[in-house]
Nanobody, 126 residues
Framework: QEQLVESGGGLVQAGGSLRLSCVAS????????MTWFRQAPGKEHEFVSA????????YYADSVKGRFTISRDNAKNTMYLQMNSLKPEDTAVYYC???????????????????WGQGTQVTVSS
């Protein structure tokens, strides 16, 4: 059974850093494409970042480019999101997902991803 479990969220002051982890089990980690989304209160899911393992290609939303870094460790079946220079507007529940059902151009749509974790809360205080 495919399963994704996020961790690493918490409360941090603006300018601080957090590293999120997403541990995958089942066949999801064999997926060549994985992603992070976030959802702030009262808002829709927002694409944050995606990684294509083959070739190490990464994608970022403009709002996080230069501050966040996505990576994965196949030996640990884990994907990471290093978040630096955090801002209050980064406050959200962060979700990892795998199993892109369309082309990479559809990566920013949450409906394009088949498997989801339960989410981890990130709160950035001003």
């Amino acid at each position: 059974q495919e399963q994704l479990v996020e961790s690493g969220g918490g409360l941090v002051q603006a300018g601080g850093s957090l590293r999120l982890s997403c541990v995958a089990s089942g066949s999801t980690f064999s997926s060549s494409r994985m992603t992070w989304f976030r959802q702030a209160p009262g808002k829709e899911h927002e694409f944050v970042s995606a990684i294509i393992w083959s070739g190490g290609i990464t994608y970022y939303a403009d709002s996080v480019k230069g501050r966040f870094t996505i990576s994965r460790d196949n030996a640990k079946n884990t994907m990471y999101l290093q978040m630096n220079s955090l801002k209050p507007e980064d406050t959200a529940v962060y979700y990892c997902a795998a199993g892109l059902m369309g082309g990479i151009a559809t990566r920013t749509s949450p409906a394009s991803w088949k498997y989801w974790g339960q989410g981890t809360q990130v709160t950035v205080s001003s």
